[in-house]
Nanobody, 125 residues
Framework: QVQLVESGGGLVQAGGSLRLSCAAS????????MGWFRQAPGKEREFVAT????????YYKDSVKGRFTISRDNAKNTVYLQMNSLKPEDTAVYYC??????????????????WGQGTQVTVSS
């Protein structure tokens, strides 16, 4: 099992930037595919970004491509989400998630078995 703790959320003006961090427990962080999800008020949770075990591959929701960057530092057991050019529609609770998978393909949402508590990101217009 792994515990995840997000940080870095806050209030920012449209066009601004925030960097979210997700600290993971344990000594097997590098074995997990990591992802970021978000949930806006009144909406379902949605996928934002994912990163492979080594950090060599990333994938993003279309609406955040070119603005958000997911990265990881396995030595620090931490995954990051750099968010630039933020828009009001990015306002949501952002969740970090981990998936211990045994394949090298696309990780489905159901494979993310470990979740953080979430951190609020609010973008004002």
């Amino acid at each position: 099992q792994v515990q995840l703790v997000e940080s870095g959320g806050g209030l920012v003006q449209a066009g601004g930037s925030l960097r979210l961090s997700c600290a993971a427990s344990g000594r097997t962080f590098s074995s997990y595919v990591m992802g970021w999800f978000r949930q806006a008020p009144g909406k379902e949770r949605e996928f934002v970004a994912t990163i492979s075990r080594s950090g060599g591959s990333t994938y993003y929701k279309d609406s955040v491509k070119g603005r958000f960057t997911i990265s990881r530092d396995n030595a620090k057991n931490t995954v990051y989400l750099q968010m630039n050019s933020l828009k009001p529609e990015d306002t949501a609770v952002y969740y970090c998630a981990a998936a211990q998978v045994f394949h090298n393909g696309v990780v489905t949402s159901t494979e993310y078995d470990y979740w953080g508590q979430g951190t609020q990101v609010t973008v004002s217009s």
